[in-house]
């Protein structure tokens, strides 16, 4: 490509959601580039193989929706690279192994915890049918409301204050339906007294490509599209010229008519001038998290358990742990396996000063002192980082975003995407986003 060139629509960032939109605006007969900053696509789905290891950077992904269409757009793209697994996901609580979601699994509590947590459930549902307890204004309230004291403090507000690393009460509650398991009151009674009850099961089976890592999506979508792509083009200006926009990495130019961006709201306002103080002080407000990976390779077996959640902060920084080789045979060595952990954080706290070694080091021996792996066993490791990993939704959200949306609007740049939408949106909520941008179903 030439140092300048013009196109009909700019894309910036060539995840997920910039790659399906290239592909689906080109099927629609559309111009397109997309411009994204890094060596290569996938953003957040992006996978990295060595020694026989595979392990995915933006934290263990797994393929599943409500979405049907979205779930049969991304099986089509994958075609013989799938294989499917049963979710035999658990909770890691007080030495066990509790079954997930934690409300599906409370006959496995110690006695004296069962108790707690189905009296309080049961009080808490006899208090909100009468009225007695007001309606939540955040997040932690809404889990003391929806699932009573016990569960709340055995699981719910430990567990998520680890992985959004915030407080729950600063955090909005408008975002859970859908995305906190939240079960029939006859499932929880079923499962304190020990009958076998399925929570979540939209994703009780789950599809993983068989070689190559949750990046093996991106690069089957992005197959007919390889010549519209352009990695190491940071967008670092955006600004106008007639009608069209101009935009460049300081050392290249694209002009189109059109932005499209998918890049995280953060780096879009750096990139654009004269944006009014008010709009760079609401993104400036957002709130997000970061994530770093901890890769293990081992000789010998894991659990036969896909993913491992630890809410207990004694047993380690981790908020999950997986077992990628559980998910294909092909992302471990033969006779190896492999485990992922995640810790989220931000920037200017403990985990962010802590060094790959020290990460590794803190994840081992938690997973030692877990049973789950014994020393001499690890043969591989290694780490990830990603700026970008969870959108928070604290209790200012819903005002920040308003400003922002309406000032893109205003601007005519279209905003898709996980952190330019800035919602907790999974592959399939970036796929769904993708489809109705281009105005079409792409299963017909
Ligand atoms: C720990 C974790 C686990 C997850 N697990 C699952 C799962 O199991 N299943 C699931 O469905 N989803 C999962 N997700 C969500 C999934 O990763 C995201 O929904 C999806 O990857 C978001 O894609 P995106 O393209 O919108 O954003 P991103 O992947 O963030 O892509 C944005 C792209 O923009 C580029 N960029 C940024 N700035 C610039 C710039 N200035 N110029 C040019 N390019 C730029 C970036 O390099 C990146 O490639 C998980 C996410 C996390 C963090």
Known sequence: MSNNSEVKTVILGGGLTGITLARLLKENGEDVVVLEAEEGIGG????????????????????????????????NVLGKNIDHRHRNTKIYYKGQYVKYPFENGLHQLPQEDLFFCISEFIKTLVKVERGEIAPPENFREWIYYTFGKGIAES??????????????????HHWVDGRVPRPPVDDVIRSAIGIDTEGYTHQSVFGYPVHGGIEALVRAVAAPVADEILCRFKVTSLRRKGDLWVVSDGDRTVE??????????????????????????????????????VYIGIKGEVP???????????????????????????VAPPGHSSILAEITYNEGDTVSGMSDNELIDHITGSLERMGIISPGQVVY????????????????????????????????????GRFSQFEYLNMDGCIRSAIDFAGRDVCR
């Open 155 to 172: 699981y719910m507000v430990p567990y998520n204050e680890k992985i959004w690393n915030y407080p729950t009460d600063k955090m909005s």
């Open 381 to 416: 490791t290694g780490t990830d980082r990603q700026k970008y990993a969870y959108v928070v939704y604290d209790l200012h959200y819903l005002n920040n975003i308003r400003v922002i949306r309406d000032y893109f609007e205003q601007e005519r740049i279209s905003l898709v």
């Open 256 to 293: 189109g008519e059109r932005i499209i961006s998918t890049i995280p709201l953060q780096n879009l306002v750096t990139a654009l001038e004269n944006v009014p103080g008010t709009v760079s002080t609401a993104v400036r407000n957002l709130k997000y998290n970061s994530v770093a990976c």
């Open 44 to 75: 957040l789905c992006r996978s990295r193989t060595e020694k026989g290891f595979t392990f995915d950077t933006g934290g263990s992904h797994i393929l599943f929706s409500r979405d049907c269409d979205v779930l049969s757009f991304m099986e």
């Open 304 to 330: 036969d358990i896909s993913w491992l959640y630890i809410p207990d902060p004694d047993t380690g920084l981790e908020n999950r742990v997986s077992f990628p080789s559980n998910y294909s045979t092909e």
